[in-house]
């Protein structure tokens, strides 16, 4: 059976660019050998990530992410059966939201950040599809550039 779960955290330090693409990497060269796929979108301190695969894979992932000691207020935002995947052509896409135009942030909640835990899970799953569709996520299927988490 497959699920979809969307997550925010917020970190507990600042996370470089390097540090980030370390993590993505390190997803990416793990996530496809537990059938997750996703993508990950971060603005400053704040992530928010999709998750697809197996139930029994996809919340083993979320339990270690909501245990590690670099996240705090870890929230599920939408957890679903589905019966397809979204996002299968990314081990793990990343969306830098600085480098997006706020009218689309705007589109989906009160201001132009990135305010998961104000908006609606189904808005914030709107805005991955739309970022989706516009080509706003880096990374692309199981074995490219930087993808992960």
């Known amino acids: 059976m497959l699920v979809r779960l969307l997550y925010a955290s917020r970190a507990i330090a600042d996370v470089s660019q ?6 993505l990497n390190e997803s990416k060269a793990n996530n496809p050998g537990v059938g ?4 990950l ?3 400053g301190r704040i992530y ?3 998750l697809e695969g197996g139930r029994a894979q996809v919340s083993a992932l979320y339990n270690r992410i909501a245990s590690d000691r670099r996240h705090q207020d870890v929230v599920i935002l939408s957890y679903e059966e589905i019966s397809e995947r979204k996002f299968v052509g990314w081990s793990m896409g990343l969306v830098n939201l600085e480098r997006i135009n706020p009218s689309l942030l705007l589109k989906y909640s009160a201001c132009a950040t990135l305010d998961p835990y104000g908006v609606s899970g189904k808005a914030s799953l709107a805005m991955f599809d739309e970022l989706m569709a516009t080509a706003s996520i880096m990374g692309q299927a199981s074995g490219s550039s ?3 988490r």
């Not at 390097?18 to 993590?23: M, R, V």
């Not at 997750?36 to 993508?39: M, P």
């Open 36 to 39: 997750i796929t996703g993508v």
């Open 41 to 43: 979108c971060s603005s």
């Open 146 to 148: 930087p993808s992960a």
């Open 48 to 50: 928010m990530q999709v």
């Open 18 to 23: 390097d540090e980030l693409f370390k993590i």
